[in-house]
Structure formats: structure tokens, C-alpha cells
């Protein structure tokens, strides 16, 4: 049996660049201050329904449960995050500054770049209405990105204001309610024909490509590039007013990240939604709030196909996967001594295995090199001595027992934590 169609099964190799990621994603949130949260998977429909906007709640997994209540599979992490702010944030000094790594379900059809459950790092500051609070987040979202060796050469942040547009819809006198939907219209038109888009806006298309065309400026959108010249951080952004962003409930600065060649689909998106924590909540607390969210699956996809950051990821998998030492029993009898220094070795915090079936000298030697040990630890005829081969170097010498400790001492690139 298959696993559904656009879920993944994690053997160990792709379990092992998933941690890879997860452990960036930790390191560069870490390095802006943020600190990790989560909630549950699963959370009441009406959660989505209220402010997330038509399009993720047309892919909810969405039942009913054995007591009757309507729930449904977090599709995105925004909406359990402003339930949680607007119950607790009393705690909290603001802005808080939170970051989480949820599996998202999403009943979309599964292509290149997107599948049904996803993992997305989603960094979030809420409390913040200062445009610096905008720049700091889309320094991160680079920064997250550069951090897998990615240069301004490989990928773009696309800036925007939700502002334009809505400042046009209120000029056009679009009724209120066929916002979303027209905004949605001009989120899709990239992706879709000119003329398909057209039929759809009506009287809106000439102002709308007239705006594509001319471009936008604004003081805010230039005080965000500004600072991010500031950081180093220019080249890699630039402002595009034609990211609206697909999700209902964002309010003003939105932003997304693509691969400059533009092979691949979106890598992250996010902005400003300064309303949903007011709207989620009973009491009416009302805190502004921006967020972004980086999915595992472009990424991994944009990873794998460049040299570098694939080498990189290579090098690193390999070796957070390798044991370090391999205990080698070339003499029945030395079992008891063989397994005794393994413990000692793997309490001091080395990483230690053997061969379970006591398999012949010469097929322990292919094992250990097989699990990438650096050292091969062998207990023989020479006891109270040890042989320590170098499995890089091929070079063996004989150490008493009591002195291997010192011995592996020397091997700075072991893990010892002792
Ligand atoms: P989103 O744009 O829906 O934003 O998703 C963010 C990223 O998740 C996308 O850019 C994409 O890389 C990845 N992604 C989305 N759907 C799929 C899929 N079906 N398969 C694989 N990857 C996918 C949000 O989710 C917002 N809640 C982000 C946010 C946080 N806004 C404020 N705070």
C-alpha cells in the first residue's frame, strides 16, 4: 500500500533533510529573536471559515467528530496563532516575536511544488505596527533562505502594499463585499490568461493593468527597501504591486519569495494582517500583527537543484548521520569487554554501533565503513590492548584499554561531550 496521494512517507535519508531544514529554520529565527511555539492539529472549522478567505477553506479537511463537532485540519498556522494571542497575550510583553513548524493539510491538487501536507516554518511578530517591525520580518525571511546558500542571484522577496489595491477598490466603488474576490482575481493574474483576468475584474481591468504596468511607489514600501539597504539586505528585494497575496485577512505591507529564474512556485509568503486578532476574538482585542510562512517543499525542490546548497546539505546530512566509532569483536571471547567500553563510549556521547549478528572480522571493517565511522574500535587477541584504526588514513595502533579515552581525546572532530 501507498501512502495518499500528496502525503510523503519520511524514510531516513529525507527524514534526515527535513531535519537538516527544521535545524536552519530553529538556527536563523533563533538569531532574530524569536521564540518557538504550536498548537494542536486539529481546530474547530469555524476557525478557518471566519477570516482565511474562500480559497483554503474550499481545500479543508473538514469532518465531524464522534461528539458532533465540525473541525477541520490545520491548513495554515495564521489563524491558530491569533486564537492564541487573542486568549493569552496578557502574559506577554509585546511585541511577541514567535515562531512555529506545523504540518499543514491542504486538499489541493498535488504538482510540482505542491502536495497535501506540507511543513512551514512561520515566523510571526505581533503588537508591532512600526513599518520597521515589516523590514525586520522580510530581513528574516532572507535571511532564512540565504541560510541554505541561496545568493540575490538565485532568489527575489517581491514586496507590496495591500493598500494599492484596496485604495483603488474604494475609488472604483466596489462593494465591499466582491473585494476578496477581486483581489484574489488580481493575486492569480500572473498565472492566468490576460483575457481570463480581464472578464473577471470588468470595469476594474484597465485601472488594474494600468497600475501592472506603471508600477507603484509608496513612502512606506521605500522605507522598508531603505532599511533593508541598511542590512546589506537591498539586492534582494524589490518592491511589485503585483503580489496581493491569496489568503482573506492581510491589511497592508504583503510580500513573496521566488526563485529568480522562475522555475519554481512560491517559496514563502506573507504580510501584514492587523485585523484578525480583533476578529478572532470575544473581547475585541485588537493587536496588529505580520507574519510570513516558508514551506519544506519548494525549498527542498530549489535545494536539490543547486550545486551548491545541495553540497551543502549533502555534507552536513552525512555527517549528522554517521556513528563515529565502530566496535570491532575479532575474538569471541572479547564480547563482554567489547559491549562494556561501548556503553562508556556512548555515555560520554559518541556515537557507537556494532554488529548486532556478530558477522566475520573483515564484513565488521565494510559495516563501519558502510556507517561512515570514522574509527573502528577492536577487541582481539591483543587484550588488555585495543586496536584503533583511522578508517580515512588506514592507520592502526595498539592502546591499553584504560588509555582509550585519552587516546580518542586527540580526534578533536569526535563528539565527546564528556
Ligand atoms: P501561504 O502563502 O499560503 O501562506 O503559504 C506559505 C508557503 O507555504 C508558500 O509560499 C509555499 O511555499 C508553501 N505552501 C503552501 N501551500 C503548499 C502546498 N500545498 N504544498 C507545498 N507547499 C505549500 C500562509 O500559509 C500564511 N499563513 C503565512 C503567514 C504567516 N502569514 C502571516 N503569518
Known amino acids: 500500500m501507498q501512502p495518499l496521494i500528496g502525503f510523503r512517507d519520511f524514510l531516513p535519508a529525507s527524514c534526515a533533510e527535513r531535519n537538516y531544514i527544521f535545524a536552519k529554520w530553529r538556527e536563523i529565527a533563533g538569531r532574530y529573536g524569536f521564540v518557538e511555539f504550536d498548537g494542536p492539529v486539529l481546530e474547530e472549522l469555524d476557525l478557518y471559515k471566519k477570516k482565511s478567505g474562500d480559497e483554503i ?11 458532533e463537532r465540525a473541525v477541520a485540519l490545520r491548513p495554515e498556522m495564521t489563524p491558530t496563532l491569533a486564537r492564541i494571542v487573542a486568549a493569552e497575550h496578557r502574559q506577554f510583553r509585546k511585541p511577541l516575536k514567535w515562531f512555529s513548524i506545523p504540518q499543514v493539510f491542504r486538499y489541493e491538487r498535488p504538482q510540482r511544488g505542491r502536495l497535501r501536507e506540507h511543513f512551514q516554518l512561520n515566523c510571526d511578530i505581533v503588537g508591532e505596527e512600526s513599518p520597521e517591525a515589516d523590514a525586520e520580518l ?32 474604494k475609488l472604483e466603488k466596489v462593494p465591499p463585499d466582491r473585494w476578496e474576490e477581486m483581489l484574489q482575481t488580481i493575486d492569480k493574474s500572473e498565472r492566468e490568461p490576460r483575457e481570463k483576468t480581464e472578464e473577471r475584474l ?20 521605500n522605507n522598508i527597501i531603505e532599511n533593508l539597504r541598511l542590512r546589506g539586505l537591498a539586492d534582494f528585494a524589490k518592491v511589485d504591486v503585483r503580489i496581493v497575496r491569496g489568503l482573506a485577512y492581510y491589511t497592508g505591507i504583503v510580500f513573496e519569495v ?14 501584514r494582517y492587523d485585523q484578525l486578532v480583533a476578529q478572532l476574538s470575544d473581547n475585541a482585542v485588537s493587536l496588529p500583527a505580520l507574519g510570513f510562512a516558508i514551506g519544506d517543499v519548494v525549498l527542498g ?11 551543502q546539505m549533502e555534507k552536513t546530512v552525512a555527517a549528522e548521520r554517521a556513528v563515529e566509532i565502530y566496535v570491532v569483536t575479532a575474538k569471541e571471547e572479547q564480547h563482554g ?33 558502510q556507517n561512515g565511522a570514522r574509527l573502528a574500535v577492536v577487541f582481539g587477541d591483543e587484550w588488555p590492548q585495543v586496536g584503533v584504526k583511522d578508517l580515512e588514513t588506514g592507520q592502526q595502533r595498539s592502546v591499553a584499554h584504560e588509555e582509550l579515552f585519552a587516546h580518542l581525546a586527540t580526534f578533536p572532530t569526535l563528539s565527546s561531550r564528556a
Open 301 to 311: 525542490e530549489m535545494i536539490r537543484a543547486h550545486t551548491t546548497a545541495r553540497a
Open 337 to 369: 569487554n567489547a559491549i562494556a567500553t561501548m556503553q562508556r563510549l556512548r555515555d560520554r556521547g559518541y556515537r557507537v554501533d556494532y554488529s548486532l549478528a556478530g558477522a566475520k572480522v573483515a564484513r565488521q571493517f565494510r559495516l563501519a565503513e
Open 57 to 67: 477553506v474550499r481545500q479543508l479537511y473538514e469532518f465531524v467528530d464522534k461528539g
Open 258 to 271: 521566488f526563485d529568480r529564474a522562475g522555475k519554481f512556485r512560491a517559496i514563502a509568503g506573507g504580510g
Open 138 to 169: 522580510i530581513a528574516l525571511a532572507i535571511d532564512v533562505v540565504r541560510a541554505f546558500g541561496f545568493t540575490a542571484q538565485d532568489f527575489v522577496v517581491r514586496v507590496s502594499d495591500r493598500e494599492f489595491w484596496t485604495e483603488l477598490l
Open 202 to 221: 470588468g470595469k476594474l481591468a484597465k485601472p488594474v493593468f494600468e497600475i501592472f504596468e506603471k508600477g507603484g511607489e509608496s513612502a512606506k514600501l
